[in-house]
């Protein structure tokens, strides 16, 4: 699950991006203060990416970012500020943001942004080589998939759904998180696209598309693809 460290002294900033983000489907951890911040970010808890406030006690964002390039860690991150200037936005990219959201923001327009950044800096991640459950093999340097030594024929976004059910495997997955990674945040559909797509899964992939061994329904949430490993 993408982690996201939010720092934010505003109280009800922090709490409203907090749930936000987790209803999203990210996994997210806070910090009210840069110093904090930093030691959340320099630890154990490896954000993917950081959501920093500029205007911060005990170290302010742009020093935030200073310390953490010279630590160097690469983890992406976008700034907010109530700040307007054209100055405070390239010394931001100077101490190494990689984006910029001025307050108040809509909260669509930072959750695109944080899809837009994870999507440069951090592409959803597949198996290298081939993964291999039942008698299917999932060739991703190939792009194919065979059953029984036989070929079976996916559509692109077919592919890279298994593909992103696999790299995630044992893991409950919303059908906005699906959508949002396998589609992407600009696709205007509707959820019934993820459900119609994994019906096609099962239907090529499972022996008992009525009853999946592999693709699983977690009702009132979304879908877990589910195979033992060693």
């Not at 840069?34 to 993917?48: F, H, I, N, R, Y």
């Not at 792009?143 to 976004?157: C, M, W």
Request: glycine share 6%; proline share 3%; charged share 30%.
């Amino acid at each position: 699950m993408t982690r996201i460290l939010v720092v934010e002294d505003d109280a009800s900033i922090l709490l409203g991006l907090e749930k936000s983000l987790k209803y999203q489907g990210y996994d997210v951890i806070c910090a009210r203060d840069g110093e904090s911040g930093l030691q959340l970010a320099l630890g154990k808890s490896s954000p993917d990416l950081i959501v920093l406030d500029v205007m911060l006690p005990k170290m302010d964002g742009y020093q935030f970012c200073q310390r953490l390039r010279e630590n160097n860690i690469d983890i992406p991150i976008i700034m907010l500020t109530a700040k307007k200037e054209e100055i405070d936005k390239v010394m931001g990219f100077e101490f190494g943001a990689d984006d910029y959201v001025t307050k108040p923001f809509s909260l669509l327009e930072l959750l695109a942004r944080i899809k837009a950044v994870l999507r440069r800096t951090k592409p959803v991640e597949t198996q290298i080589g081939s993964f291999v459950f039942d008698d299917i093999v999932v060739d991703f340097d190939g792009y194919t998939v065979t059953k029984s030594g036989k070929e079976v024929e996916l559509s692109q976004r077919e592919f890279e759904l298994l593909a992103f059910l696999i790299s995630n495997n044992g893991r409950v997955l919303k059908r906005e998180t699906i959508l949002d990674q396998v589609w992407g945040y600009d696709y205007y559909g509707t959820l019934r696209t993820v459900d119609n797509f994994i019906t096609r899964l099962r239907q090529k992939l499972e022996k008992d598309p009525a009853d999946p061994q592999y693709i699983l329904t977690v009702r009132g949430i979304g879908y877990k693809f589910n195979v033992l490993t060693d």
